[in-house]
T-cell receptor, first 114, second 117 residues
């Protein structure tokens, strides 16, 4: 019940295209859903996060769509660039009780071809 | 923004020795820090929650005598891998959250690549 399932495992997109990564969760107590970007040999960096009281959040080229009833959320990267090539992780946590203790998805390796 | 510094970034040690990894919050106080482990091309697995001034809370399956955590101040947590073996070789990443604010995000260090020979 603590799992967060992420797909696809890998994604190849042409420059300028839209990258879409999906995540699904089971635990309805989760109330915080961040996305992290990780480059090889580096720690994850927070990209964007959403709470279940909104269905969409946009920051620049990055948008999170959230479907509470389906227990799914997705990351859309518009106008994908070669510099976006990295591993992306969705995550979830229960803020009130576990204070930032994140459960991560399996990760998606994104490759953006020039 | 909030910065979490981890040291060393890479370490190679011989089997049977112990290695200490430091995690510092540079511009904020963190009463709680988290230690993760990541194998190549895999996700981050939470090992333990480090609480300032008290004992760490370990996740199921993580040996607390193997992975010693000390959180002696509001800006420093250390992870010591004791009697390291080749199977302990991994990427260890710490994270910390500024304050108790509901909206403050979790920040990660740049990780420590441990290789046990």
């Amino acid at each position: 019940q603590q799992q967060v399932k992420q797909s696809p495992q890998s994604l190849i997109v042409q420059k300028g295209g839209i990258s879409i990564i999906n995540c699904a969760y089971e635990n309805t107590a989760f109330d915080y859903f961040p996305w992290y970007q990780q480059f090889p040999g580096k720690g994850p960096a927070l990209l964007i996060a959403i709470r279940p009281d909104v269905s969409e959040k946009k920051e620049g080229r990055f948008t999170i769509s959230f479907n509470k009833s389906a227990k799914q959320f997705s990351l859309h990267i518009m106008d994908s660039q070669p510099g976006d090539s990295a591993t992306y992780f969705c995550a979830a946590s229960i803020h009130g009780t576990s204070y930032g203790k994140l459960t991560f998805g399996q990760g998606t390796i994104l490759t953006v071809h020039p | 923004g909030a910065v979490v510094s981890q040291h060393p970034s890479r370490v190679i040690c011989k089997s049977g020795t112990s290695v200490k990894i430091e995690c510092r919050s540079l511009d904020f106080q963190a009463t709680t820090m988290f230690w993760y482990r990541q194998f190549p091309k895999q996700s981050l697995m939470l090992m333990a929650t480090s609480n300032e001034g008290s004992k760490a809370t370990y996740e199921q399956g993580v040996e607390k005598d193997k992975f010693l955590i000390n959180h002696a101040s509001l800006t420093l947590s250390t992870l010591t891998v004791t009697s390291a073996h080749p199977e302990d070789s991994s990427f260890y990443i710490c994270s910390a959250k500024p304050g108790q604010n509901y909206n403050s995000p979790l920040h990660f260090g740049n990780g420590t690549r441990l290789t046990v020979t």
